[in-house]
């Protein structure tokens, strides 16, 4: 009983989400209710705050699923230390799911989903890493590579007009991939030894 259960739960979050992805795609955020997301999704508007405390809620689900989403891809490109298609890896993600970056990031959503966006990429890295770093550096460039990169993507997209993906890939590549990456080889005095 519960698996079914568990089952319809993991149905109608997902429903719930791609109605989100959807009307971004129609609506600007703040013109999105909860009563169309739930009748896009096919559920009773009831339905949504059993699973959602509120459109914010969902809007965070939708950040941490994108996430997850992204990092699932770009990992082997990261192992590899092809920082370039990641970057360009990002840029094409981003641009594939545009109308809900442009939501999400640079829109309506708030700096709540944004923080949020920014937590479960520094928790998905940090899970990812091969061993886990007491160093005060590897955290603080973890935290400045992910934020620095949410700004950035902030600002392309509001300006997809003036500057095109690999453009932009080649930009965050040059001003954050690969500084981060020299200050994990030669940190600045008084921070310790690089991190794993």
């Not at 429903?15 to 009773?44: F, H, N």
């Not at 996430?67 to 094409?92: H, I, M, N, W, Y």
């Not at 886990?132 to 934020?147: C, G, I, N, V, Y």
């Not at 950035?152 to 003036?162: E, G, H, M």
Request: proline share 4%; charged share 25%; with cysteine.
């Amino acid at each position: 009983m519960s698996i079914a259960l568990d089952a319809r739960i993991v149905r109608t979050r997902a429903a719930l989400r791609q109605a989100m992805v959807d009307l971004a795609t129609e609506s600007a955020l703040d013109e999105i209710t909860v009563r169309a997301i739930a009748a896009r999704a096919g559920v009773g508007y009831a339905t949504f705050f059993r699973h959602y405390a509120d459109k914010e809620a969902l809007l965070a689900d939708v950040a941490d699923a994108l996430t997850g989403d992204f990092l699932t891809q770009v990992r082997p490109l990261l192992l590899q230390k092809d920082r370039r298609g990641a970057a360009r890896s990002l840029c094409a993600f981003v641009q594939d799911n545009l109308p809900i970056h442009r939501a999400l990031i640079a829109g309506g959503a708030g700096e709540t989903v944004r923080a949020g966006m920014l937590r479960q990429t520094l928790e998905t890295l940090g899970r990812a890493r091969s061993s886990a770093s007491q160093d005060p550096l590897d955290e603080m460039l973890l935290f400045h590579l992910t934020s620095s990169i949410l700004n950035l993507l902030a600002w392309w997209l509001r300006n997809l007009d003036r500057v095109d993906a690999e453009t932009m890939a080649e930009i965050i590549e040059r001003t954050v991939l690969t500084p981060v990456g020299a200050l994990r080889k030669q940190p600045p005095e008084g921070l310790g030894e690089p991190g794993g």
